[in-house]
């Protein structure tokens, strides 16, 4: 007898669920996704034991006639692709037809379910691999699949689940993932008959992050919405200040599926370039959509994972739709968060996080704001920590209509930066704004200004080197005057004339003239280290851009300067002509930013 076997389904099957299935939320994840499949507008997930003892997905979609639900637990069965030219154009969520096949060979299932129209339903069950007949049933329409005990035939396979807390957050993860994606249906999930998330139908996308995430982040997003050649993007990006070291709250969705995919990492990279520090991911929730033969999305059993077919070019048109709205967030840091507030307090005192934080309600969700005539004080009706009715009190009725998101940038469009200024330590610029009053780093913001058009002169190839009368010379090991020597044309093109004088000597003989009291020998150490640093040969882009950060910080003007009205008054005037200025390259904020609002709750008054 040969040794080569044909393996049991039973086997092929638990093989397969090794891949789909590895813990309770990718049941949740398929089950909820062949309920979207059959069309439901509401979906119900019950879960027990974090998922481990019980997932039960109800849906009000389609259901499965007799014929179809016999076949339902029968591996690479699926009625949502039949040829394998279906595969280049996937537009169902699934198409493996091994999601419930797995389930069967390692749980103990039972899919009960009615299509409208019919009298009466079905059920059917299957156990570690066994199924049982369809049987007549009585159901709703829609399907109700309910899977319990994963893993109780494979130990090994169960050892991995992790407590029941965990593997819940992971469960809710992926609904609310799901649920962010799809407009239209609603939601509900409960965890030991205890509702634990639920959405309505009709939120739309801004609606289920502001559900999902709290009042704060989702206030403080920015809308992107765009279409080019075929490329779709629509969604939301959070101020630089929500970055967080992961990438969890990187949402995209390409139609309609979760994913998570390098390209698109790198793309908010590149999008948040120049705000972030480094090591920190920013916060996005996008919605692409794209024709499905553009796509591969048959490359990772769970489907996490994709190939695009034309990537380069859409790189470049979902960088730029970004960048715009990046800039357009809000980077100034609000004082409130600065100010130790009661609640605030008492949330750190009793361990509490400060999330999810009282929502911020949005000028349509907010009622009349009455602001009592009290002569020195401004009271409010409204609890929201807002600055409109202050504003309104002070007798700036441009103020009073906006949020503040919409404040700060009439600020800056109507602001004549004209003093007074109070300058502290000689390294913070105070100075009065219609709604309040805002501190700046001299330094910081400087910085920034020096930055920005020293990259904008890069771009237009218009840099201007200051040529210096004597080549400054810094000594430095032979493989550096190596390196430096590989470089010498990227450097050119910046505004860096330096060249090897000797084995161990650079010599210096220029520098971009946008560069005040230029520090040479520091500007080539510092590009030295950037060079060790990366080890091989970087992209000269990156490289670039950390020179440029590097210089522009050498050469700005250091905390410690007397600054005069006019020369503070000038930097702030070209400051704000700046794509952004409200943080230093380094990502740093410019300035804080003190509503009266602020003050008040700072003394006390409210
Ligand atoms: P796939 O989703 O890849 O087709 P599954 O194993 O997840 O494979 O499901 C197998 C088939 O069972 C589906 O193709 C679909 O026809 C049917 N099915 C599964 N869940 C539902 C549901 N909730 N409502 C209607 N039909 C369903
Ligand atoms: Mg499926």
Redesign the pocket.
């Known amino acids: 007898m040969g040794r080569i076997q044909v393996l049991p389904e039973v086997v092929r099957n638990q093989i397969a669920a090794g891949e789909v299935i590895e813990r309770p939320a990718s049941v949740v994840k ?2 909820v ?3 979207i ?2 069309g ?1 507008t509401r979906i119900r997930i019950d879960l027990e034991e974090g998922g481990i003892g019980m997932v039960r ?1 109800l ?1 009000d ?4 006639d007799a014929d ?1 639900l016999a ?2 637990f029968e591996g690479h ?4 692709l039949s040829e394998a030219s279906d595969l280049e154009h996937i537009a ?11 389930m069967g060979s390692i749980a103990r299932c039972r ?1 009960l ?1 009615r299509q409208a129209g019919q009298d009466a339903g079905h059920s059917i069950q299957a156990e570690g691999g066994r199924v049982g007949s369809v049987e007549p049933a009585a159901a709703p329409v ?2 109700s ?1 309910e899977i319990r005990d994963l893993f109780y035939n494979t130990p090994a396979r169960r050892q991995f689940l992790k407590t029941t807390s965990t593997e819940l957050a992971r469960c809710l993860d992926v609904v609310q993932r799901i649920a962010l994606a799809h407009d239209g249906i609603g939601f509900v999930t409960t965890h030991g008959g205890k509702r634990v998330f639920d959405v309505e139908p009709e939120m739309d996308f801004h609606g289920r992050i502001r559900r999902t995430f709290g009042g704060e982040l989702s206030e403080a997003l920015v809308e992107v919405s765009t279409q080019s050649g075929g490329i779709e993007l629509q969604g939301y990006v959070a101020p630089p200040r929500f970055s967080r070291r992961d990438t969890a709250r990187q949402m995209w969705f390409l139609n309609g599926r979760m994913l998570r995919d390098k390209l698109l990492i790198r793309v908010l990279r590149d999008a948040y370039h120049g705000f972030l520090d480094p090591g920190r991911q920013p916060v996005a929730f996008l919605r692409l959509r794209l024709d499905p033969a553009r796509v591969d999305v048959n490359v990772h059993p769970a489907k996490a994972e994709v190939r695009f077919r034309d990537g380069q070019r859409m790189f470049g048109v979902l960088v730029k739709a970004l960048r715009e709205a990046v800039v357009s967030t809000d980077m100034s840091t609000p004082g409130e968060s600065l100010l130790e507030t009661k609640w605030r307090r008492e949330a750190r005192e009793s361990g509490a996080s400060y999330l999810p934080l009282p929502s911020r309600p949005s000028q349509g969700a907010m009622g009349p704001i009455v602001v009592r005539d009290v002569p020195g004080r401004f009271l409010h009706e409204d609890a929201a920590p807002r600055p409109v009715a202050s504003a309104e009190a002070a007798g700036s009725p441009a103020m009073a209509a906006g949020e503040a998101g919409q404040a700060d940038a009439a600020w800056s469009k109507t602001d004549s930066f004209q003093g007074p200024f109070l300058q502290v330590a000689r390294t913070y610029i105070v100075r009065e704004l219609p709604d309040g009053f805002e501190i700046i780093d001299q330094h910081a913001l400087h910085e920034r200004l020096t930055y920005e058009l020293m990259r904008r002169d890069v771009r237009d190839h218009a840099v201007v080197v200051q040529r210096l009368l004597i080549p400054e010379m810094v000594e430095c090991t032979r493989a550096d005057v190596k390196r430096m020597a590989e470089f010498q044309e990227d450097l050119e093109r910046i505004g860096i004339l330096v060249e090897p004088f000797g084995e161990t000597t650079l010599a210096v003989h220029g520098l971009p003239n946008r560069l005040r009291n230029p520090d040479a020998e520091g500007v080539v150490r510092d590009l030295i280290e950037i060079l060790v640093r990366e080890g091989k040969l970087p992209q000269a882009e990156d490289v670039i851009e950390e020179v440029l950060h590097s210089a522009a910080c050498r050469s700005s003007i250091m905390a410690g300067d007397v600054l005069s009205e006019s020369d503070i008054q000038s930097l702030l005037v070209r400051a704000s002509e700046l794509e952004s200025d409200q943080t230093c390259p380094h990502s740093r904020p410019t300035r804080v930013r003190f509503t009266l609002a602020d003050l008040e709750k700072a003394f006390h008054r409210r």
């Open positions: 398929e089950l996704e062949n309920a499949d059959a439901a997905v849906d979609g389609s259901g499965m179809d076949l339902a069965a699926t009625s949502k169902s969520l699934g198409f493996r037809g091994e999601a419930l096949a797995s899919i379910t829609g399907t699949v």
